[in-house]
């Protein structure tokens, strides 16, 4: 997120505090105004249209649709997108933009595959087994495989900084949404559940465009060069890895939950458990602002760092690149610091606003029982991940991968611990699992500064790697060589006494 550093730097330059409002506005305008947009138009549409009024299945069918076509997108999408963005920093510090677009067709084409292979068996299913319609269905479909390409598309343009078009692509999309809805319930005068749902299929088919159009109009060469694409799958795997096993940990205990009695199967097809799921997306919005403050701060004060001793590891003294490199670590710990500092606060506050409004508009009970739990375990999962992005910006692909898996593993035996407490514990899976990936985090992070130096200067290789039998490993025989050196005399005093008789003759 390279590109906003410059923006934030001149409004929060001003230090006042409408300067801080408008930093912190636009942060969020381009890191997570796009989920936002989506969430307030499915609120806007559920109240312009009468959702309440849907019968029961109705609307619980409609719920399930969105909360899958969402969850399992970005399971689709993530175990690609961390290595395309490392293939496309690479080919665009290279100046080799015509390999762009085969990177987008490559990674296309592998999205969409494993989209297929895991959509069309639920959606027959669904179809056969819990007897849903088909056009039902067929939207559904829709709007998964439209967020598939939504967000695969997106890594491209913030690769080329186009944040703000993102978030505007987002609102035209679905302002359309919205419209069309209108249209086909008073109009049209088609179920509210089912028009709500193809005019969100719409809108993301809009975004897909509107997407599409300006990254072809930004790559418009096509080198062919396909192989190396899947090259860099071999060689940066730890980034599929990782990336996969991030996701997959934000939503794991809710899969755990969804196994227990207490949850709701809906057209034997979906399986959900209310309570939980709305705790977890409370939890999740208390302390979504450490992204926007994160993003803010590294890229008015980390980035700088990080640059500088860059620069003195091509090319600077000794004595620099240690001063270089204790500024940079410096600067690690007082971010981190800060950032717990600053989001303790806004979760706080967001927190005593939430148990107090909350319950005054019907959301009480066992949601507002979970969520104080799950509201901990995301304040430090966020913070976590925020480690991990300092581990990438080193190229610790293992640490970062060891992040994850710790993270993953425990949050699903601390989530399957809390099927067996009060529902007031339900969440102290995500507290273990962030828990422990922070430790690791913090650990490997106290280690890079122990042996950066190492790291840095000591990871290249004398002799090229390949694959093959290999060589012996004897490298010097004593006998043999001295019994060649005497062969060799031999053969010299022969050679003389022949030289000899010719010249004699």
């Not at 899958?68 to 175990?79: A, E």
């Not at 458990?273 to 602002?289: K, V």
């Not at 992204?291 to 760092?305: G, K, L, P, T, Y």
């Not at 066992?366 to 509201?375: D, E, F, G, S």
Request: net charge neutral; aromatic share 16%.
């Amino acid at each position: 997120m390279a590109g906003i550093g410059v923006k934030l730097n001149r409004i929060f330059s001003k230090n006042t505090i409408t300067s801080s409002l408008v930093g912190f506005g636009y942060s969020t305008v381009v890191t997570i105004a796009p989920m936002l947009l989506v969430i307030g138009t499915i609120i806007l549409m559920q109240y312009f249209l009468g959702f309440s009024k849907e019968g029961y299945a109705a609307r619980e069918l409609f719920a399930a649709t969105v909360l899958y076509i969402f969850i399992f997108s970005l399971l689709v999408v993530s175990p690609f997108l961390a290595v395309l963005s490392k293939y496309m920093s690479d080919i665009i510090y290279e100046e080799r933009f015509e390999d762009i677009l085969p990177c987008y067709y490559v990674g296309l084409i592998l999205t969409m595959t494993v989209g297929f292979l895991m959509g069309v068996p639920f959606c027959l299913w669904e179809y056969f087994v819990g007897e849903v319609g088909l056009h039902y269905v067929f939207a559904g479909y829709g709007g998964f495989v439209s967020l598939i390409f939504i967000f695969y598309t997106m890594l491209y343009l913030l690769i080329c900084k186009d944040y703000k078009k993102i978030s505007l692509f987002f609102f035209i999309g679905m302002l359309f949404a919205f419209i069309l809805s209108l249209i086909l319930v008073k109009i049209f005068h088609v179920s509210v559940s089912f028009a709500m749902l193809v005019s969100l299929d719409a809108g993301f088919a809009l975004i897909v465009a509107l997407e599409l159009s300006l990254t072809k109009s930004y790559f418009r060469q096509n080198s062919g060069r396909y192989k190396r694409v899947f090259h860099y799958f071999r060689i940066y795997w730890q980034l599929i890895v990782t990336n996969f096993l991030y996701i997959l940990g934000l939503y794991i205990h809710n899969f755990v939950f969804w196994t227990t009695d207490m949850r709701m199967i809906i057209v034997r097809s979906f399986v959900m458990m209310q309570p939980y799921d709305m705790a977890t997306c409370l939890a999740m919005f208390t302390n979504i602002s450490a992204s926007v403050i994160f993003i803010a701060r590294v890229e008015m004060h980390f980035h700088a760092r990080y640059k500088d001793y860059s620069e003195m590891v091509i090319g600077g003294r000794g004595m620099d690149i240690e001063n270089a490199k204790n500024r940079m670590f410096r600067q690690i710990g007082e971010e981190l610091h800060n950032l717990v500092r600053i989001q303790f606060i806004v979760s706080v506050v967001v927190f005593f606003c939430a148990i107090i409004i909350l319950p005054q508009i019907g959301m009480g009970g066992m949601v507002m029982r979970i969520y104080p739990c799950l509201a901990a375990g995301y304040f430090i999962l966020f913070i976590m991940y925020n480690a991990v992005i300092f581990l990438y910006y080193f190229n610790d692909l293992n640490g970062a991968m060891c992040v994850t898996a710790g993270f993953c593993l425990f949050t699903l035996l601390g989530a399957i611990l809390s099927t067996h407490l009060p529902d007031a514990w339900y969440g102290l899976g995500v507290v273990i699992g962030s828990f422990v990936g922070w430790c690791i985090a913090y650990a490997r992070l106290r280690w890079l500064e122990r042996n950066i130096d190492v790291h840095i200067f000591c990871n290249g290789h004398i002799l090229k790697h390949g694959f093959g039998k290999r060589p012996s490993q004897k490298v010097f025989d004593r006998y043999h060589e001295e019994q060649d050196v005497d062969d060799d005399m031999v053969s010299t005093d022969e050679r003389a006494a022949g030289h000899e008789k010719a010249a004699s003759v």
